[in-house]
């Protein structure tokens, strides 16, 4: 495990010129959101959650509209998180999806 703080850009950059059979990156749902959504540097002043890709996310998982709108209307990824787990949805695959 390779602690690299905010900016993932400057690590996936280095392994990209020093390769790894497999790279495992940890972190919290928000941080991880962000990267799957494309983002590189994760710091909260730097990157924001894109909640409607994130709602969407959840209709392709089959969540209701209802659920849909508080994701696009969340003020955090963990509260989004928070309904998806009372919801038995998986998000967490979609955001592996995006990131493999």
């Known amino acids: ?33 962000k990267l799957a959504q494309g983002q590189l540097d994760l710091h909260s002043r730097r990157s924001q959650v894109d909640f409607i890709l994130l709602a969407e996310q959840l209709r392709e998982l089959g969540a209701t509209s209802k659920l849909c709108r508080q994701a696009m209307e969340a003020n955090t990824a963990n509260e989004v998180l928070n309904w998806h787990k009372m919801n038995h ?9 995006k990131l493999d």
């Not at 949805?89 to 999806?97: D, F, G, H, S």
């Open 1 to 33: 495990m390779l602690d690299m703080g905010d900016f993932v850009g400057g690590m996936l950059k280095y392994f990209r010129k020093h390769p790894l059979p497999k790279l495992t990156i940890g972190g919290g749902f928000g941080k991880l959101t």
């Open 89 to 97: 949805l998986r998000l967490q695959t979609v955001l592996q999806k």
